[in-house]
């Protein structure tokens, strides 16, 4: 089922609830991540067509340079201050799985899950050209009425995706530093996190998973320049813990539990030591 509507232009398959939308020049564009009454599983791509503007990330102000691409994360909260300059494209894993996808276009655990978030992503003169022909390209295709829609529109996501990947990691100063191989066991890493993260807490599971002892994964992350690993799952679990007490009503034992503590009380212990806050006074902000 296709809509075309004002600025937003959706695709819907009822057969397999795939959801793919695009936005363009739209004001209501916003993300209610864990405040949205049935949360989606849905990823977005933005593109700032306009000025520097800013953009409130889970109620964390950032500025979004001028013509850059923001890759937001499913279950994020967003609100940008001038959404009548984006385009976005957003879609669900029904539409586009990019973890199962994630041999074609390697971007899990890079523009999504990576160690660095938000990323903003610059383009020079000859790179916002691409992104505006490729806006017309998926345009002209919500004109077609055929079978063959669906996995055109697929097909153009892809091609965006990949085109994203590739500049992001020319301005990734650990991707120019070292080779994409050697990365990789960050990249993976950052996807076994996302994945797993609510019920392993420690780097013991993960080294295992990647076939190396937690030593070896330590010491390869501090030669690639990047935070511990243990620092890595200790940040997921904390960012999470601050949706859940933005956004739900849910309580500290009902959040320890979601997050795989054993107890409130370790709970409590950890969101302190790792944000500097009790849960009771970060919920006052």
Same mark, same amino acid.
């Given at each position: 089922?296709?809509?075309? #509507?004002?600025?937003?232009? #959706?695709?819907?398959?009822?057969?397999?609830?795939?959801?793919?939308?695009?936005?363009? =020049?739209?004001?209501?564009?916003?993300?209610?991540?864990?405040?949205?009454?049935?949360?989606?599983?849905?990823?977005?791509?933005?593109? =700032?067509?306009?000025?520097?503007?800013?953009?409130?990330?889970?109620?964390?102000?950032?500025?979004?340079?001028?013509?850059?691409?923001?890759?937001?994360?499913?279950?994020?909260?967003?609100?940008?201050?001038?959404?009548?300059?984006?385009?976005?494209?957003?879609?669900?894993?029904?539409?586009? /799985?990019?973890?199962?996808?994630?041999?074609?276009?390697? /971007?899990?655990?890079?523009?999504?899950?990576?160690?660095?978030?938000?990323?903003?992503?610059?383009?020079?003169?000859?790179?916002? #050209?691409?992104?505006?022909?490729?806006?017309?390209?998926?345009?002209?295709?919500?004109?077609?009425r055929d079978s063959f829609q669906g996995e055109m529109l697929r097909t153009l996501l892809k091609h965006l995706i990949i085109k994203i990947t590739r500049i992001a990691k020319r301005q990734?100063?650990?991707?120019?530093?070292?080779?994409?191989?050697?990365?990789?066991?960050?990249?993976k890493f950052s996807l076994m996190v996302e994945i797993n993260f609510k019920k392993e807490h420690g780097v013991g599971f993960y080294a295992a998973a990647l076939n190396k002892s937690p030593?070896?994964?330590?010491?390869?992350?501090?030669?690639?320049?990047?935070?511990?690993?243990?620092?890595?799952?200790? =940040?997921?679990?904390?960012?999470?813990?601050?949706?859940?007490?933005?956004?739900?009503?849910?309580?500290?034992?009902?959040?320890?539990?979601?997050?795989?503590?054993?107890?409130?009380?370790?709970?409590?212990?950890?969101?302190?030591?790792?944000?500097?806050?009790?849960?009771?006074?970060?919920?006052?902000?």
């Amino acid at each position: 089922m296709v809509k075309s #509507e004002n600025n937003i232009r #959706e695709y819907h398959e009822e057969s397999t609830a795939a959801h793919f939308t695009m936005h363009v =020049n739209n004001r209501t564009l916003k993300g209610q991540g864990f405040s949205s009454a049935v949360p989606d599983s849905i990823n977005t791509f933005v593109i =700032n067509k306009g000025a520097a503007q800013q953009v409130i990330i889970d109620e964390i102000a950032y500025t979004m340079p001028a013509a850059s691409i923001l890759p937001v994360v499913s279950n994020q909260h967003f609100v940008f201050a001038h959404p009548e300059q984006l385009i976005a494209w957003q879609f669900n894993r029904e539409f586009y /799985c990019i973890v199962d996808h994630d041999a074609e276009v390697g /971007c899990v655990g890079f523009l999504f899950y990576g160690v660095q978030h938000p990323i903003f992503i610059t383009l020079d003169e000859a790179e916002k #050209e691409v992104f505006f022909q490729l806006e017309k390209m998926f345009s002209d295709e919500w004109q077609s009425r055929d079978s063959f829609q669906g996995e055109m529109l697929r097909t153009l996501l892809k091609h965006l995706i990949i085109k994203i990947t590739r500049i992001a990691k020319r301005q990734n100063s650990s991707y120019q530093q070292f080779p994409d191989e050697r990365m990789d066991i960050v990249r993976k890493f950052s996807l076994m996190v996302e994945i797993n993260f609510k019920k392993e807490h420690g780097v013991g599971f993960y080294a295992a998973a990647l076939n190396k002892s937690p030593k070896t994964l330590s010491n390869m992350f501090a030669l690639l320049k990047q935070p511990a690993p243990s620092k890595l799952i200790q =940040n997921r679990i904390i960012l999470e813990a601050k949706r859940y007490l933005h956004y739900t009503d849910k309580s500290a034992k009902e959040i320890a539990y979601e997050l795989g503590f054993e107890s409130p009380t370790h709970f409590s212990r950890f969101f302190k030591l790792y944000s500097g806050t009790n849960v009771s006074a970060f919920r006052k902000l």
